[in-house]
């Protein structure tokens, strides 16, 4: 075991522990997605749901149990029971399936290669979830409008990575437009996530920290802005709540109004 000390919520590197979670996770999904194997595509989507939000909290309760990193919501009373676009930032592994139990009836936005997985693409597919060719380039767009009003006329709620990808702690934001045009589209309101996943559990890092990881539903944007307005408001309130989330989780002083804006107009 490989340990580093931190203060305050974030507790200790461990390596081992990392490791064998990991496989863990892993045998945990091949076995889920095989011993549901096929019935899945015969199953009403609102029962593959239950399955994947009872995967989704074992797998937390696994995390917690063998790493020792636990995750917190904040915000409960800004989730979304309707309609919805909920903007997320994207820092880990551990938001692609942390929501989903916290969310009445997700779609999340996500490349079509995944669906093509056996038995775990399968789930996607039951799900209906909103997959996205991303060679198609500007018909990429399309796609994503077309399937995002299905939800919206089924009163789901829209998860959208603005960024894309997965970006370190502390790296200056990259959004894409993506998230601009459904908000543009739809007239529906946008709920911003703030979190600190990434000080847990870093992208493309096998090791994990201990400690209490945090989720934040912020306060919802309402339909009508302009896009520009739309994009400054959900980028200002995302990154400003996730900045003070890791500062929190580190022992350290939230960045300063004068820091923050100065960041945000180099992003």
Request: with cysteine; charged share 20%.
């Amino acid at each position: 075991m490989e340990a580093e000390t931190a203060p305050r919520r974030a507790g200790r590197v461990v390596l081992w522990r990392s490791m064998a979670f990991t496989v863990a996770m892993a045998l945990h999904i091949c076995l889920t997605a095989v011993v549901s194997g096929p019935a899945v595509l015969l199953m009403s989507r609102r029962r593959a749901l239950r399955i994947g939000k009872w995967w989704a909290r074992s797998t937390l309760a696994l995390l917690g149990w063998m790493v020792g990193t636990r995750l917190e919501i904040r915000g409960r009373h800004n989730i979304p029971q309707g309609a919805a676009i909920v903007a997320v930032k994207h820092q880990s592994a551990l938001e692609t399936f942390a929501l989903t139990p916290e969310l009445p009836d997700p779609a999340f936005v996500l490349k079509r290669e995944l669906t093509w997985i056996p038995f775990f693409g399968w789930f996607l597919k039951r799900l209906d979830m909103i997959a996205l060719n991303r060679a198609a380039g500007g018909e990429a767009l399309l796609q994503l409008i077309e399937q995002a009003n299905r939800a919206v006329q089924a009163g789901r709620q829209i998860v959208i990575f603005p960024e894309g990808t997965r970006r370190p702690v502390g790296a200056p934001a990259q959004y894409k437009s993506g998230v601009v045009h459904l908000y543009d589209r739809l007239n529906i309101p946008c709920v911003p996530v703030a979190i600190n996943t990434g000080v847990f559990w870093p992208r493309r890092a096998a090791r994990l920290r201990q400690g209490v990881a945090v989720i934040e539903f912020l306060e919802p944007i309402a339909p009508g802005l302009g896009r520009a307005a739309f994009e400054r408001a959900m980028r200002e309130r995302i990154e400003t709540a996730s900045d003070a989330l890791a500062a929190e989780a580190l022992g350290l002083a939230p960045p300063a109004p004068s820091q923050r804006t100065a960041a945000a107009q180099a992003r």
